[in-house]
């Protein structure tokens, strides 16, 4: 507690010492220094006995434990609701705001079908070890859906970017926090640099996050999976959002990746370049990659490290996209990505909490 914060309260002498309520109550203990009796002496007619062990007391309460609570930001279009995880103490903290990654993904990490709270754990982990998380579900998503547009034709890469900016805002002037940092899953890193641009961020970390155009990630995503007739399609279409151009007839195989009422969201997507973002980065960056990651590469990471010549490179051996312990089997994969129960891998958590340590 600053000195200056006793004032409403007592009397201040000089830095360190403050008089409460008649008795004397010298902070950094300086002897001698309040006028009035001593500690121990007799106590004013108007003064209860016990009145300056009770502001002692007061003072000395402990600090509180671990605790988790909703955290809500308003927009003029609806709530965008979240979860704030404090660590035990008195702060004030670290705070790292997550961003998940594309589609319907929600606050911890979970889509249909693939139910991983690889998110959820990923807050709980940092906690455990003193930083406090925020994590929250996007606009038009889960808890937040009413906040987002009535058609999926509406939705743009820049309102999840100025979301993301005002939560961090928000978490800024928030006196329980000494400093915000963004860490960005997947697409999430992307809308996360983006954001660390527009508000008052003090660090940044990319998890999984691409290093190229997602253009270009989605042609090679595309090139192990497709073939022939259709990998031709996906590419014409592909070739003409990046010309700004929506395509009206999308074959049936290819209609749930660029069906014409989400190509508006591809238009405001394709033109960025991670690399060329990161670059231009203030605060300090940290890039993070597992090593078994079958959606992301290391060579993404890489990427982007090389753009940031200052970004810490952190490769983690055997974590997936989802930040599980996996193989490269297929199997292993599966498993990660739907059992909440596996833990997200030690090793990330660790890092980054050092990290923080290193740079806040």
């Known amino acids: 507690m600053r000195n200056d914060d006793l004032r409403g309260s007592g009397r201040f002498v000089r830095p360190g010492i403050v008089c409460l309520a008649g008795a004397a109550l010298a902070l950094l203990f300086a002897a001698g220094a309040c006028d009035g009796p ?17 502001a002692v007391s007061e003072l000395a309460a402990p600090c509180p434990g671990a605790s988790s609570a909703p955290i809500v930001l308003a927009t003029p279009t609806g709530d965008i609701d979240g979860s704030l995880l404090l660590p035990a103490g008195c702060g004030p903290f670290e705070v790292v705001l997550i961003h998940a990654g594309s589609g319907p993904t929600d606050r911890d990490g979970n889509s249909p079908g693939m139910v991983n709270d690889s998110l959820k754990l990923l807050a709980e982990g940092l906690a455990d070890r003193g930083v406090a998380a925020v994590r929250f579900d996007k606009r038009g ?11 999926e034709r509406d939705y743009r890469l820049d309102m999840y970017v100025d979301d993301a900016a005002a939560w961090v805002e928000r978490l800024a002037g928030d006196e329980r926090f000494r400093g915000v940092t963004i860490a960005g899953h997947s697409e999430g890193a992307l809308i996360g640099m983006l954001a660390a641009q527009e508000s008052p961020a003090d660090a940044f970390v990319s998890i999984a996050g691409a290093g190229r155009p997602a253009a270009e990630v989605l042609r090679e995503q595309l090139a192990e999976r497709l073939s022939g007739r259709l990998l031709a399609e996906a590419n014409a279409i592909i070739a003409s959002l990046e010309a700004g151009e929506e395509v009206a007839e999308v074959s049936p195989e290819l209609y749930g990746l660029f069906r014409p009422s989400v190509q508006p969201y591809l238009l405001s997507l394709f033109p960025h370049d991670p690399a060329a973002i990161v670059a231009e980065l203030e ?11 079958i959606q992301v590469s290391i060579v993404d990471a890489e990427r982007l490290a090389s753009a940031a010549p200052k970004a810490r490179l952190m490769i983690v051996e055997g974590m997936n996209h989802v930040l599980k312990a996996a193989t490269l089997d297929d199997a292993s994969q599966w498993q990660a ?11 990330l958590l660790d890092g980054l909490v050092a990290w923080l340590d290193e740079v806040r």
Request: proline letters at 14%.
């Open 38 to 54: 001593e500690p121990g002496g007799a106590v004013a007619a108007d003064e209860p006995a016990g009145a300056g062990d009770s």
């Open 283 to 293: 605060v300090p960056v940290a890039i993070v990659q597992g090593t078994t990651d």
């Open 337 to 347: 990505y739907v059992d909440p129960s596996l833990p997200v891998v030690p090793a």
């Open 141 to 151: 998503v889960a808890a937040s859906a009413a906040a987002g547009p009535a058609s």
